[in-house]
């Protein structure tokens, strides 16, 4: 698979505001808080074509099916890379809870480990940033991973491709992650991502490196960008 790392995602989440620059941490998500998601079309017939940097061109599409993925009733989506010789369907999983926009991170591309990332809050502007954090097992190393999350920009205007977006959330993401066992946290770098509602995600681009003892677990650098889509009525 030549495309790395797809963000789905886009991927992204909210609670009541304290203030244009507080931090707000993260509570528990459940099918309890599930809403329809209405970040970008979930209906079948439904796709988006993206470009990556390393040559691939992928179709993401919609399925109008929902999965339960780490106990979570998420929407299934897959990806297709047009320039693989075995057109794999690789899943890729996106929900909203509590007005939180929530995508599923494939770290490893195995379609195994998954961690969850809110990639948007619902009311979120300019300047207002969250973080979420959850332990997981990478590779059979016992993990705390955590991300902070910032919006640089809540309406933004793109050119990608010759054609213009408008109303684009740019959301820049730290990550971080420790052993378990371990109190302090490690960098291990960035993702950036430009999110149209409605449409989904038009550009992303990460530089991810998770390698918290010393041991390098994951190493990822890419970038996609949006060539056509289609958004069945």
């Known amino acids: 698979m030549k495309a790395l790392f797809k963000i789905t995602t886009i991927m992204f989440l909210t609670h009541l505001l304290l203030g ?6 993260e509570k528990v998500i459940d099918n309890s808080n599930r809403q329809e998601m209405d970040a970008f079309s979930t209906k079948k017939g439904s796709w988006t074509l993206l470009s990556s940097d390393d040559g691939s061109v992928f179709y993401r599409y919609a399925t109008s099916e929902t999965r339960d993925i780490k106990g979570l009733k998420m929407e299934y989506f897959y990806r297709i890379d047009t320039t693989s010789v075995m057109k794999e369907k690789i899943p890729e999983y996106y929900g ?22 809110v990639f948007f809050k619902e009311g979120f502007t300019t300047g207002m940033s969250w973080y979420n954090e959850e332990k997981e097992v990478i590779q059979g190393w016992n993990l705390v991973m955590g991300i902070d999350s910032k919006i640089l920009n809540d309406n933004e205007t793109l050119m990608v491709n010759g054609k213009v977006y408008d109303s684009v959330v740019h959301v820049f993401n730290n990550l971080k992650a420790r052993l378990a066992i371990m109190p302090t946290m490690v960098d291990c770098g960035d993702l950036e991502i430009w999110y149209k509602k409605g449409i989904g995600i038009i550009k992303n681009k990460g530089n991810i490196k998770v390698a918290p003892a010393g041991v390098l ?17």
């Open 20 to 25: 244009c620059k507080k931090k707000d941490v």
């Open 217 to 233: 677990l994951v190493e990822k650098v890419y970038s996609d960008q949006i060539l056509d889509y289609h958004l069945e009525p």
């Open 96 to 117: 909203k809870f509590d007005g939180k926009y929530l995508s599923m991170i494939d770290l490893d591309g195995a379609s195994k480990d998954y961690i969850n990332f």
